[in-house]
């Protein structure tokens, strides 16, 4: 199983990207997909996660500005961001929760900076 993410870069304060993740390889029955994130020494963090049934999870931080969706069509998982704040630079890690385990995506790093 293979994560895929791409979406993040430099962006401006308040700005709002869209990280997307998409899992190739033998998949089945993929029960939860989200995101991760670690800043520059800090420990990662759970950032966002959606079940199947479509239920989701935020962290504090991000409640009200993220919004973690989901293409099952497509084994592909999404992160609106919105009005991002410099502590939210970090690398982004995607995950799934499938019948087989765990997996994860590479990274993908978010800088918000003017």
């Known amino acids: 199983v293979q994560l895929q993410a791409s979406g993040g870069g430099l962006v401006q304060p308040g700005g709002s990207p869209r990280l997307s993740c998409a899992a190739s390889g033998r998949i089945s029955s993929i029960n939860v997909m989200g995101w991760y994130r670690q800043a520059p020494g800090k420990q990662r963090e759970l950032v966002a996660r959606?079940?199947?049934?479509?239920?989701?999870n935020y962290a504090d931080s991000v409640m009200g500005r993220f919004t973690i969706s989901r293409d099952n069509a497509k084994n592909t998982e999404y992160l609106q961001m919105n009005s991002l704040k410099p502590e939210d630079t970090a690398v982004y890690y995607c995950?799934?929760?499938?019948?087989?385990?765990?997996?994860w995506g590479q990274g993908t790093q978010v800088t918000v900076s003017s």
């Open positions: 995950y799934i929760v499938h019948r087989n385990g765990v997996s």
């Open positions: 959606i079940f199947g049934d479509g239920s989701t």
